[in-house]
């Protein structure tokens, strides 16, 4: 059976998986699937479950939080911000879940140190301007 293999790469670490003979995901057009020797393609993947298949065995699952997917001479690779990989559909769920909502409580922080210091600022910048104009 021909197979591929799957590179994924995120801000942390990468993992190279071989033997891989099928991939399903999903972008902004919707489901597709990938069989070794496709021909040259890329895409925006969606955030979600991806699956793949390592020859006969059952679907792995892949969790990512989007990323750009490339696929050339029988190597697909994926450029993500985070992936998780299990073999259980539920448990992955779960944790890509529970990583979505850490980093929207991260990104609110965030958001909030932010606003802070543009108040500040412009408490400064209007003190400055109250001084030149006494």
Do not use: P
């Amino acid at each position: 059976m021909n197979s591929f293999v799957l590179n994924l790469l995120d801000a942390t670490h990468s993992k190279e998986i071989v033997n891989v003979t099928s991939f399903v995901g999903e972008d902004q057009t919707g489901s597709f699937g990938l069989l070794a020797n496709h021909s040259r393609f890329m895409t925006v993947l969606s955030t979600g479950v991806a699956k793949y298949r390592i020859s006969d065995g059952d679907w792995r699952y892949l969790a990512a939080t989007g990323g750009v997917l490339y696929f050339k001479k029988n190597v697909l690779t994926l450029c993500t911000y985070r992936f998780l990989l299990d073999d259980d559909y539920n448990r992955i769920s779960q944790a890509l879940e529970q990583q979505l909502l850490l980093e929207e409580e991260k990104l609110q922080t965030f958001k909030k140190s932010l606003h802070t210091m543009e108040e500040e600022a412009l408490m400064r910048l209007w003190e400055i301007g109250k001084k030149e104009v006494m």
